[in-house]
């Protein structure tokens, strides 16, 4: 099992920014990557961005050129900088791992409200 905290979500307005984190329980050697997605009432969960071990990043096009995701390579920390928020960027952003064989593991979630 892996447990994954997020933190740094909240209220800001729009064109504003916030940056999210993401620790999880060990070290990148057992993280094939970690990433972030979101989901509002009445839709599916969808991927923002996810980063590997290898620093390979991907991006959702709605987030890219807005969103920048990074990781701390000495600890299993992702961060997920987001910029020119807009109120459609409103959602529950939630912490994605897979782990060795593989496995999957998520996080509980932090709201992100986009408003004035």
């Known amino acids: 099992q892996v447990q994954l905290v997020e933190s740094g979500g909240g209220l800001v307005q729009p064109g504003g920014s916030l940056r999210l984190s993401c620790a999880a329980d060990r070290g990148w050697f057992s993280i094939n990557y970690m990433g972030w997605y979101r989901q509002t009432p009445g839709k599916q969960r969808e991927l923002v961005a996810r980063i590997t071990r290898s620093d390979y990043v991907s991006y959702a096009d709605f987030v890219k050129g807005r969103f920048t995701i990074s990781r701390d390579k000495f600890k299993g920390t992702v961060y997920l900088q987001m910029n020119s928020l807009k109120p459609e960027d409103t959602a529950v952003y939630y912490c994605?791992?897979?782990?060795?064989?593989?496995?999957?593991?998520w996080g509980k979630g932090t709201l992100v409200t986009v408003s004035s």
């Open positions: 994605n791992a897979e782990v060795g064989s593989p496995m999957n593991y």
